[in-house]
């Protein structure tokens, strides 16, 4: 933007303004605070959201066009040549203009700017990737059924909490190792292996493996 339609610019533009490197570096630092830029070394790269927000702004804000014009103006102001308050009514009607024809996003702009979930891992009966629920941890794959539910019995019955580490774990190897599993029979806790025992059907199941005394 340092030079944006500098060739329409009034010669002193780049000294006022929206011009100088004092107003460009406070630009870049809320535009890095936003997570729309990132520094890499001495290079300054768009983020994904960056990227996306530019997507979806109207051309009349992305112009660079639009830049050369409001650094002229300033600099016109700064030499006494315009009126700033006919500029700045000239701002709120583009922005009151900008508002009434964008009112909002559309669902698949919208879309672009929710936070990317993190996978806890593979469906083990489709591969898709399997998210944290409320409840659950369930198969993106809407066609599929599989469902690990946070308050399953098997783990209720044994006090332990279906953390997301151990659906995590579950999903990567298939088992995970656990301590203090209670026991209803004994009274007693011990420690053992939760194995995901899934069948394909309605219900995920588990069992336990204890390990052998040597």
Known sequence: MERAGSEDTDPDAERKGLGTPATRAAVIEKLVKGGFVERKGKQLLPTKDGINLVCVLPDTLTSPQLTAEWENNLTQIAKGK???????????????????????????????????REALGSCPRCGSPVYEGKKNYYCSN?????????????????????????????????????????????????????????????????????????
């Open 142 to 214: 809407k066609e599929c059924i599989f469902t690990m539910w946070k308050n399953d019995r098997f783990f209720e019955e044994r006090k332990v909490a279906f953390t997301p580490k151990i659906a995590a774990a579950l999903l990567k190897s298939g088992k995970v190792n656990a301590k203090k599993l209670y026991s209803q029979k004994t009274g007693k806790t011990y420690d053992g292996t939760i194995v995901l025992a899934d069948t394909g059907g309605k219900y995920v199941n588990y069992r336990i493996e204890l390990s052998k005394k040597k």
């Open 82 to 116: 315009a009126d700033p308050a006919a500029f700045m009514e000239g701002i709120e009607d583009m922005a009151r203009e900008l508002v009434k024809t964008y009112p909002f996003l559309s669902d698949d702009k919208a879309q672009m700017f929710k936070p990317e």
